[in-house]
């Protein structure tokens, strides 16, 4: 089973930026799709942005324009780069994965959730 270790959060000021990683503990060659998630107290984990084996990427409408998401599969990695960062951005960003295009579909994701990384933007 994959699992992801995600690193590089931190606190930002309003209109700062941050990189975020999200380390595979196997090739993510193979994997159909990987997707950053993020999650405030007492509120639901948000779908934020993902990426697909093509290349095809996709976001939540409050960070298109700001947020950018790619996979390097020679370093089994994730990035998601956040420009322009708002107090609203604040949360525990996750990753996980669906392994193929059906399992998407379904919502069906590959890994336990990991520790996450804290984002904090305030001045």
């Known amino acids: 089973q994959v699992q992801f270790v995600e690193s590089g959060g931190g606190l930002v000021q309003p209109g700062g930026s941050l990189r975020l990683s999200c380390a595979a503990s196997?090739?993510?060659?193979?994997?159909?799709?990987v997707y950053w998630y993020r999650q405030t107290p007492g509120k639901q984990r948000e779908l934020v942005a993902g990426?697909?084996?093509?290349?095809?990427?996709n976001y939540v409408e409050s960070v298109k324009g700001r947020f950018t998401i790619s996979r390097d599969n020679a370093k089994n990695t994730v990035y998601l780069r956040m420009n322009s960062l708002k107090p609203e951005d604040t949360a525990a960003y996750y990753c996980?994965?669906?392994?193929?295009?059906?399992?998407?579909?379904?919502?069906?994701?590959?890994?336990?959730w990991g520790q996450g990384t804290q984002v904090t933007v305030s001045s």
């Open positions: 996980n994965a669906a392994l193929t295009p059906t399992l998407a579909r379904a919502g069906t994701l590959a890994a336990n």
């Open positions: 196997g090739s993510i060659f193979s994997i159909y799709a």
């Open positions: 990426i697909t084996r093509g290349d095809y990427t």
